[in-house]
């Protein structure tokens, strides 16, 4: 997993444990102590888990700060990664399955997919034909990770972890702690779920 977006989830893990350990705890008071005991007990630990809340938010915005930060660095455009050899190749007529295999031999060059982003657009583009979809536009299909696309996915997630967060405050079966829906979105946090792939790509 990648690390901005494992950090995400260890913060969500650990705010989702604590919110657990915590109505244990409550549960526990509830029966041990009076009622003014209990609500003092009480109290003290949902002190405690509002500031684990807030650390745990901040974790995640941390993370997704830094997976921003990261996703810039790695779009700035830097004459000296062009890469000569796969540029001589886009200057032939190529499949949309051989262009994919440039773009999968550069995903990790900022730079080149900038170049390789504008080949796409350029050749669905000059084409297109009034009355059909004709196979160069398959190169529009093909994924060539962005900087914006980076950003949009670090985005969605970080909002995503924080919203299960605040879930875990409900007390129905759709929120809260025992909930299996708020227990899904913290385990399955960053993994494939079919919804996801294109942001999952854009950070891999």
Excluded at 25 to 32: E, Y
Excluded at 144 to 170: C, L, R
């Amino acid at each position: 997993m990648n690390t901005y977006l494992q950090t995400m989830k260890n913060a969500l893990v650990g705010y989702y444990n604590a919110a657990k350990t915590c109505e244990g705890k409550a549960q526990q008071a509830r029966q041990i102590y009076q009622q003014d005991a209990a609500s003092e007990v009480i109290g003290r630990l949902f002190r405690q888990l509002e500031a684990d809340k807030a650390a745990a938010i901040d974790a995640i915005n941390e993370a997704r700060d830094k997976g921003i930060e990261a996703a810039q660095r790695w779009g700035t455009l830097d004459g000296s990664k062009i890469n000569d050899g796969d540029m001589k190749l886009l200057k032939f007529d190529l499949s949309p399955e051989q262009f994919e295999t440039i773009v999968d031999r550069n995903r990790n060059n900022g730079t080149m997919c900038f170049i390789l982003k504008q080949y796409a657009e350029k050749h669905a583009k000059c084409e297109k034909k009034e009355d059909e979809v004709p196979m160069w536009n398959a190169f529009a299909m093909v994924d060539v990770p962005t900087a914006e696309a980076k950003v949009q996915a670090y985005n969605s997630f970080a909002d995503s972890a924080i919203a299960s967060i605040h879930n875990m405050s409900g007390n129905d079966w759709e929120f809260g702690v025992n909930s299996p829906i708020t227990q899904a979105s913290v385990e399955k946090f960053g993994e494939p779920n079919g919804m996801n792939d294109k942001l999952l790509e854009a950070i891999s």
